[in-house]
């Protein structure tokens, strides 16, 4: 067995985590001022939908500070209890992003179903929306598309979890605001009860994306790794290495944004161990430079078993 270190993509880890966590200082900046602006113009306003949407912005400050620290925390040096990092606590992140999009869509389902169903039976007294609550609402979907903008290409630039979470999670405010927006202007036009409804129609949004989230960040921690996808690729890069008769078994596993492979390669069983080693050190080397962040590379050889072939 032979192993060699990559050099890290992305630049290095240190830039990798100062990238994300501009993400989350920005986000967590704008939601809290979002935050404070949509509850006061909802309840001045008297918008159930902005409310909500309020409220959601809210938790999106709780859980942004949760990813902050899952964040600083991912940026951690290998250790001997962690030889590969911390950068799981980005998917960790993740789960917690999640799981409050999905709390916080349920609660604004069933506030928002409560709502419509008093307008409907007279329980409450509707009261106008004032015109400035709309402006709110679609002056928060522009800054919002500016802040998915910003977490999408950081995302991809690192393949932080967290971010590419937190990049969902700005789409679903942008649909939590237009819902409320639209719920606004068709109660303004003497529908009252839209405006309440459509913050449970965005609440449903918000829950299937949350869903979304918790499935990726679950199945990243269970090391669920595309096999075929990786082993197409290993097959691809090596099939030039003339000594390696055939490739026995390849598992690939995920380390936050990164990858270690294990590879059982066949070769002539009449070669020395050192032209083996020498061999698994060219596979090392060529699987380093053509996968993109792949981080360590275990290589085994076997002698082959097959019989010889008559010349």
């Known amino acids: 067995m032979t192993e060699l270190l990559s050099p890290l993509r992305c630049s290095n880890t ?8 501009t993400v989350v200082n920005v986000g967590l900046f704008f939601n809290a ?3 404070l602006v949509k509850v006061i113009a909802g309840i001045l306003g008297h918008s159930q939908a902005l409310l909500a949407d ?3 912005s809210i938790s999106d400050v709780i859980y942004f500070i949760a990813v902050k ?3 600083r925390l ?3 040096p290998a250790d001997s209890e962690h030889p590969y990092g911390h950068h799981q606590l980005e998917s960790i992140a993740a789960l917690v992003v999640g799981a409050f999009v999905i709390t916080t869509g349920t609660a604004i389902f069933w506030d928002s179903i409560d709502s419509a169903f008093k307008l409907f039976t007279g329980t409450v007294q509707s009261h106008p929306i004032e015109q400035f609550a709309l402006y709110v609402a679609v002056a928060t979907i522009f800054i919002k598309f500016l802040l998915m903008v910003q977490a999408r290409r950081v995302g991809r630039e690192t393949g932080n979890l967290a971010i590419k979470a937190l990049a969902r999670d700005h789409l679903n405010d942008i649909f939590a605001s237009a819902g409320a927006a639209l719920g606004i202007f068709l109660s303004q036009l003497g529908a009252p009860w839209v405006d309440p409804v ?10 299937k994306t949350g869903l979304d989230i918790l499935r990726e960040a679950s199945s990243d921690l269970m090391d669920n790794v595309p096999s075929k996808e990786i082993a197409r690729k290993i097959c691809n890069l090596l099939k030039d290495i003339n000594e390696i008769e055939t490739i026995e078994d390849i598992h690939a596993h995920r380390f936050g944004p990164y990858l270690v492979v294990n590879l059982t390669i066949c070769i002539d069983g009449d070669l020395t161990v050192r032209k083996g080693n020498e061999i698994a050190d060219r596979v090392e080397a060529k699987l380093l430079v053509g996968i993109e962040m792949l981080r360590k590379v275990y290589v085994h050889y076997h002698p082959s078993h097959h019989l010889d072939r008559d010349p």
Do not use: D
């Open 69 to 71: 620290i899952f964040v």
């Open 33 to 35: 001022v979002l935050a």
């Open 54 to 56: 309020g409220i959601n």
């Open 74 to 76: 991912s940026g951690k």
């Open 198 to 207: 459509a913050g449970a129609i965005v609440a449903i949004i918000m829950a």
């Open 14 to 21: 240190e830039e990798r985590r100062k990238k994300a966590e």
